[in-house]
């Protein structure tokens, strides 16, 4: 396959969507990647309500989840947090796609890693998805994948971050204090009690 440069990546609006369990620091760096080498203008950031490949996987609500999603986003004016996924169960990708089109959101751009993109002929109407969005797939060294026929894909190479939600969740519960994820969102964990964290209940994290 022959990814497409950046110069012809059309949309300037990157969907980028995830449990966000949590929200960490290379969530925000593949995002920041986006808008500064390949003229993104806009991540909108679509935390999922209940994703159909992932069932029960969310260790956090929703509303946890969005609103740490809302706390590292709140210091880029290139990132957005979408609650177009409220109520949806299942969370479909083609579903949100058509939502945020029919909201004027378009032409859209799917932020995706290799390993995801690999899996897209195992997506609801997937078809439809490679019809309607362009797709930015974040690639590492090793990564293979077989874009579908008709797919527009501009790679993001030459990211290695070896960042997980798993492991920092296993880290806060440990009490870790040096994780990869925002102060804010951090401060929101312990406050809520979130991944096994001792809540602080208003006490310094000193």
Known sequence: M??????????????????FDPIHNAHLAVAGEAVSRLGIERVLFVPAANPPHKPGAAIASWEDRVRMAELACASDPHFEVSRIEEHSNPSYSIATIEKLLALGSGPL????????????????????????VEFIVVTRPGARYDAPPNARVCELNGLDLPVSSSAIRQGIARGARDLPIPAAVLRYIRERGLYGAKALHGASEA
Do not use: C, K
């Open 109 to 132: 751009a799917f932020l995706i890693g290799a390993d995801a993109f690999a899996d897209i002929r195992t997506w609801r109407r997937w078809q439809d998805v490679v019809r309607l």
């Open 2 to 19: 022959n990814p497409a440069s950046a110069a012809a990546l059309e949309a300037r609006t990157a969907l980028f969507g995830g449990t």
